[in-house]
């Protein structure tokens, strides 16, 4: 068949736009449908492709636990107390006036609330809260949290790790170290008039100091720590903690 081109300005043909500006005007009818054929098959093709990484996707979130990950989640099941959960978001809302008992994780995941709870108890304690929406920000604020609590009184074995919130991976131990902030007032915040939570700690576990002790700088070494230690006369030990 005859290919026929219109030709610009200057005499010269204009520039295709695309496969098909110059495939349209020169191929043949079968060659035409040819090509609508294999095109057809493309797109089957790939309609095919993304419903199957679709239909991957949705199995992934879906599979079953199996062995240690079962096993673990069965006794995180058993061990879970909605009471528990239940009473220290009811005594977060009464501290900070931020809505917590429906749903625990979402209100408390960014840790801004736990900051302002801290702060609630003693004014000025957390000095920056970060506002939500940097992961890295919100994983700072839980920290902080963590550390007040130290500060508070609350014993080690006692508080959760960053994940337990940040990836609601351990909800109960967030509302448990709750509870055993509330109940380490007493001593540590006399000051505190209420509302309370929990009772206190009597148990005779042994704090960590070394979270205590400062940090090593440029000129001043591990001053900072030595001072903080002091030699046993009796037992011929170093010491950690006042003289």
């Not at 917590?100 to 702060?119: H, I, K, M, P, S």
């Not at 508070?152 to 990836?167: C, I």
Request: aromatic content about 6%; proline content about 5%.
């Amino acid at each position: 068949p005859r290919c026929e081109r219109s030709h610009g300005a200057g005499g010269l043909p204009p520039k295709p736009s695309g496969r098909r500006s110059m495939s349209s005007t020169c191929q043949t009818p079968e060659a035409l449908a040819a090509d609508q054929d294999l095109d057809a098959t493309f797109g089957a093709q790939s309609e095919r492709t993304q419903q199957s990484a679709r239909s991957n996707a949705g199995a992934k979130e879906e599979l079953p636990s199996y062995g240690l990950d079962a096993e673990l989640k069965a006794r995180a099941a058993a061990k879970y107390d909605p009471r528990i959960e239940h009473e220290a978001a009811k005594w977060i809302e009464a501290l900070t006036g931020t809505k917590v008992a429906d749903d625990f994780y979402t209100a408390l995941r960014t840790g801004e609330v736990l900051c302002q709870l801290v702060n609630a108890i003693r004014p000025g304690m957390i000095q920056k809260i970060n506002a939500p929406g940097s992961p890295f920000k919100e994983r700072e604020n839980i920290s902080n949290f963590l550390r007040a609590c130290r500060s508070l009184g609350v014993q080690e074995y006692a508080l959760f790790s960053t994940d337990d919130l940040f990836e609601g991976t351990g909800l109960q131990s967030v509302a448990k170290c709750v509870h055993a902030l509330g109940g380490s007032l007493c001593r540590s915040v006399p000051e505190f008039l209420g509302p309370h939570l929990g009772i206190a700690d009597t148990s005779k576990a042994k704090r960590d100091h070394k979270r205590d002790l400062g940090v090593a700088s440029q000129t001043g070494g591990f001053y900072g720590a030595m001072e903080r230690s002091h030699l046993d006369l009796t037992s011929g030990q170093i010491v950690r903690g006042g003289c």
